[in-house]
Structures are given as C-alpha cells and as structure tokens.
C-alpha cells in the first residue's frame, strides 16, 4: 500500500504522519491495514496526507491502484483540491505550476470540460487579481461554455430544499466573473478549510 511505502521511505511512523497531517491517527490506521480504501476516504482526508509526503492527491490514488486511466473524482472534490492548491502554493505559484504542467489542455482533451473550464477560470481569476496578462495558450478554449449552470453543491441543495428560486439567482449574482463566462456559478475560492 503506498502510505505504508511512504512511510518507510520517509521514516516516518504513523503517528508522526497523523500529528504532521492532522488526521485521526485511527484514520491513520485502517489506511495502512487496509481497511480504509484511500479511493473512500474524504477529499481532505487525501489532501493533508498528500501534503506531509510532498505529493499530490492523485498520485496517492494512482500509485494505491486505485486509480485508472479513467478514474474522475467529483467535480466537487476537484474544486476543493484547485482551491487548496491555491491556498498552499500561493497566487503566482499556482498558476506558474499549472501552466507549465499544461494541465488545462490535459483536461481538455480528456474531454473533463468541467475541470478544464474551472481550471482556466481559476487561471484567469487569479490572474486578473494579480494584475498580471492572461496566457494566451487556450483562447480556444476560452470560447466553449458549459451547457448549464454548474452550481456548488450548498446552492443546490438549499434549493432543493426550500425550492427558492433567489437561492440561485443570489449564486449567480454573486459569482466570480470568470468562472460565469463558463457556465460556473462560483463565488469564493479562497475560503478553505
């Protein structure tokens, strides 16, 4: 299991990792023993262990066989893990990485549009609020959309709840303006756990 690998290449014990990521060292536990699936576990879960081993979500699932050629998370999860990226990496930093690993075409042309879209909203975003010139790489890009709204999962749910209407028309107000061009209602990305 690639946990229990990281560990002895690390030398690191169990409850090092579970002190350093701050997740429950019993967590901790029925990963390595296997009987937590890393593919079951939570996004943030995943993300804080990722962190202390100096790598990323994905290669924790890829490198555990859970994941495959086609292994999506949701799209949920892959907003999550964006925002936190930003949120260790800084502004700059992320969208230096991100464009050099050239990951907004990668999505792409895997067909992930949701992802691609969100990626390159965040790109733009960010650098919009850094005053810097916007890559000119994925113009192409720029003019597709998504068919609908994509709204957070708070917002649908309220709304699914109440059927109130203004719970949406308050999303969209209120949405970052180069996740709307997308068809993307979303408002903060900065306010991560």
């Not at 990521?21 to 943030?44: N, Q, R, Y």
């Not at 969208?95 to 992802?115: F, N, S, V």
Request: charged content about 30%; overall charge negative; proline content about 3%.
């Amino acid at each position: 299991m690639i946990v229990n690998e990281l560990l002895e290449k690390e030398k690191m014990s169990r409850y090092r990792l579970s002190r350093e990521s701050g997740v429950p060292m019993t967590t901790i536990t029925d990963i390595c023993s296997g009987k937590a699936e890393l593919d079951k576990c939570a996004a943030g879960t995943l993300y804080k262990i990722a962190k202390v081993f100096g790598v990323t979500v994905d290669a924790l699932l890829e490198n555990n066989k859970v994941k495959t050629v086609d292994y999506r998370c949701s799209f949920e999860t892959f907003k999550s893990n964006t925002c936190h990226q930003v949120k260790d990496l800084g502004d700059i930093d992320f969208i230096i990485e991100t464009l050099e690993a050239d990951e907004i075409r990668k999505l792409y042309d895997r067909q992930w549009y949701r992802e691609a879209l969100y990626l390159l909203a965040m790109v733009d975003y960010l650098s919009r609020v850094n005053s810097l010139p916007v890559c000119t790489n994925y113009n192409d890009i720029r003019s597709r959309k998504l068919e609908k709204p994509c709204y957070p999962v708070s917002v649908v749910m309220a709304y699914a709840a109440t059927g109130d209407e203004s719970i949406k028309v308050n999303a969209m107000a209120n949405a970052i303006p180069e996740f709307l061009r997308f068809n993307i209602v979303e408002g903060e990305i900065r306010d991560v756990c």
